[in-house]
């Protein structure tokens, strides 16, 4: 299986790998290929899935703007 090397990472970014990877358990390689993995695998459905969870979180209509855009011009 081939290597990759990352040179130049900022201190506080290590950190935070290394605090991921103890909480799930793992070497710090073992995190990076998970990661690594999911980035590369990550698909535009996923993507979505993502985008209309935080949506749903938000306040207010976030979907269509059809109707408000009419509701405006109709003042």
């Known amino acids: 299986?081939?290597?990759?090397?990352i040179r130049g990472i900022d201190?506080?970014?290590?950190?935070?790998?290394?605090?991921?990877?103890?909480a799930h358990n793992r070497s710090l390689q073992a995190e990076l290929k998970v990661v690594l993995e999911r980035?590369?695998?990550?698909?535009?459905?996923?993507?979505?899935?993502?985008?209309e969870r935080l949506s749903?979180?938000?306040?207010?209509?976030?979907?269509?703007?059809t109707e408000l855009v009419r509701e405006d011009r109709d003042r």
């Open 11 to 22: 201190a506080e970014v290590l950190q935070a790998l290394k605090g991921r990877a103890k």
């Open 39 to 51: 980035a590369a695998r990550g698909s535009a459905s996923q993507f979505r899935q993502a985008a």
């Open 56 to 65: 749903a979180t938000l306040p207010g209509p976030l979907g269509d703007s």
């Open 1 to 5: 299986m081939p290597n990759v090397l």
